[in-house]
Nanobody, 114 residues
């Protein structure tokens, strides 16, 4: 059974940091590209960060603030989020892709507010 389970979300003040984790099971994690998406209320889901075997990509809005990484031995992908802004408030989703297969986590809330 495929599972992607996110953790690490919550409420943080502007300028603060959070680290999201996504633990995977039920598929060969090391051969999948891993992505973090987010969806704010009333907005479309957007790609935040992606990591392949060795390459990473980021949305312009998070470059220099967010870092995606993966640990294939733990089958986990991380999103370190620093200098958080209120506009980072959203539900964050973990996504695994190895075309044509794609899997999604259930999402986790991140709220940036004073």
């Amino acid at each position: 059974q495929v599972q992607l389970v996110e953790s690490g979300g919550g409420l943080v003040q502007p300028g603060g940091s959070l680290r999201l984790s996504c633990a995977a099971s039920g598929f060969t994690f090391s051969i999948y590209a891993m992505r973090w998406y987010r969806q704010a209320p009333g907005k479309e889901r957007e790609l935040v960060a992606a990591i392949g075997l060795s390459t990473t990509n980021y949305a312009d809005s998070v470059k220099g603030r967010f870092t995606i990484s993966r640990d294939n031995t733990k089958k986990t992908v991380y999103l370190q989020m620093n200098s958080l802004k209120p506009e980072d408030t959203a539900v964050y989703y973990c996504n695994a892709v190895n075309q044509p297969r794609t899997y999604w986590g259930q999402g986790i809330q991140v709220t940036v507010s004073s």
